[in-house]
């Protein structure tokens, strides 16, 4: 098993920048697929970006591609989202999920999750 913990989140301007850190315990984290997830209120989880086990290959979401960078450091148990130009639509709380076993841009194929850490974008 893996846990997770997310830190980073907090109240900026829109135009403004944020990094978010997801910090993994246990030394198996570099063969987990890890994802970005986030849920606004009032609605659906939804993907935000995933990056693989190895850092080679990553995904984002319409919503946040050309804005956002997912990138880990395996040596480091640590998973980051790099958030540039950021909007009042990208508030919401993000949560990072590990799987290892599917790499997908589902929610169900993620069994472990963090707690979860609020941005809010104001306009």
């Known amino acids: 098993q893996v846990q997770l913990v997310e830190s980073g989140g907090g109240l900026v301007q829109a135009g403004g920048s944020l990094r978010l850190s997801c910090a993994a315990s246990g030394r198996t984290f570099s063969s987990y697929n890890m994802a970005w997830f986030r849920q606004a209120p009032g609605k659906e989880r939804e993907f935000v970006a995933r990056i693989t086990s190895t850092g080679g290959l990553t995904v984002y979401a319409d919503s946040v591609k050309g804005r956002c960078t997912i990138s880990r450091v395996n040596a480091k148990n640590t998973m980051y989202l790099q958030m540039n130009s950021l909007k009042p639509e990208d508030t919401a709380v993000y949560y990072c999920?590990?799987?290892?076993?599917?790499?997908?841009?589902?929610?169900?194929?993620?069994?472990?999750w963090g707690q979860g850490t609020q941005v809010t974008v104001s306009s």
């Open positions: 999920a590990a799987s290892s076993k599917y790499w997908g841009s589902s929610a169900s194929e993620y069994p472990y």
